[in-house]
């Protein structure tokens, strides 16, 4: 015998009606949740602050000195009036027109003044005048080669070591014939430039250069040769 199911017992007819119903107790339980209220209170106590306070500092007002401008030089005025007054005015001899720090022992040196001497010395010397000086009849070239290469001595440390070359010498002619400032302007090494200056301040008297008719001072620059033979 098939046994067959009742059709008012199938809860498959049902189901929706479940579902329906579960639906609205969920969203009844949620409500619920939103509107319960507890009835404990939790008291919450702030911690008491304690006033601090700050000090300020305290910053003084300083005021800008003002700058004043600079007071105008006072105007000299000069008068053209002459205040004539007699001869008989007596002039107080204790005036101010005397130093206070004069002494009347104090020692005057009086100092010799020779200025033309000390010109004639001084002066820079020419270097061309209108009447060159002369040496034995001859120019600067009669000086070099006729005296200077024939008087010269060439020193022996010098030769030993193979040393040679040019010495420049520069001199001056004096108002009176003689040689003066002997110098060397470039050397060579010192045991020529010392033989160099010896022959040059050596020299006999020259004729001196003129200029405007007056003997001077003349400048002359000239070469001093050494060469091994």
């Not at 009447?131 to 010269?152: A, W």
């Amino acid at each position: 015998m098939e046994l067959k199911k009742n059709p008012k017992a199938d809860l498959q007819n049902k189901k929706f009606m479940f579902f329906e119903i579960g639906l609205a107790i969920s969203l009844g339980i949620v409500l619920l949740a939103f509107e319960w209220t507890t009835t404990d209170t939790v008291k919450v106590e702030l911690a008491g602050t304690q006033d601090v306070k700050v000090e300020q500092e305290i910053i003084p007002i300083t005021n800008r000195d003002e700058v004043k401008p600079p007071e105008p030089p006072k105007q000299i005025t000069v008068s053209d009036v002459i205040k004539v007054v007699d001869d008989n005015v007596k002039i107080n001899d204790n005036s101010d027109i005397f130093d206070s720090e004069f002494s009347e022992d104090a020692k005057v040196t009086i100092m010799e003044f020779k200025g033309e001497e000390q010109e004639e010395e001084e002066y820079t010397p020419f270097v061309i005048v209108e009447e060159m000086p002369t040496f034995g009849g001859g120019d600067i070239n009669e000086f070099r080669i006729n005296y200077v290469q024939k008087n010269l001595k060439y020193p022996d440390v010098a030769a030993e070591n193979g040393i040679q070359g040019r010495v420049i010498i520069n001199f001056v002619v004096e108002p009176d014939g003689r040689v003066s400032n002997v110098k060397v302007v470039r050397g060579v090494d010192p045991s020529l430039d010392k033989e160099a200056v010896r022959v040059v301040s050596a020299s006999p008297k020259w004729k001196p250069g003129k200029q405007r008719g007056k003997p001077v001072r003349v400048q002359y620059t000239i070469p001093i040769i050494f060469v091994l033979q």
